[in-house]
């Protein structure tokens, strides 16, 4: 296994921003971020590629969220700005060690972190 440590939510006003990070325990090629809301299915919210520095993100963030990384603490943060109540979801941070293969889907990765629960009022 693959310690995966998020850190970062909490509970923020409409508009607001946080800032989630994922710090794994060695080198991942490919990093991601997903969520899952009560009631809803697990979603893609954003992925790197971090031999590139390759992003891509779901449509529902594109513009208002960043993913980026520091490969020299295997680290990739989640900057999520103009944030709104539909953005409340427990926010899980995946990883994998496959070279060459990135997609934004949970089926993918190989390594989860436990979550982080992010919480936007009204």
Known sequence: ???????????????????????AS?????????????GKEREGVARIYTGSGNTY????????????????KNTVYLQMNSLKPEDTA???CAADRSVGVCRLESSEFNYWGQGTQVTVSS
């Open 26 to 38: 060695r080198y991942m090629y490919c990093m991601g971020w997903f969520r899952q809301a009560p």
């Open 90 to 92: 427990m926010y899980y």
């Open 1 to 23: 296994q693959v310690p995966l440590v998020e850190s970062g939510g909490g509970s923020v006003q409409a508009g607001g921003s946080l800032r989630l990070s994922c710090a």
């Open 57 to 72: 993100y779901a449509d529902s963030v594109k513009g208002r969220f960043t993913i980026s990384q520091d490969n020299a």
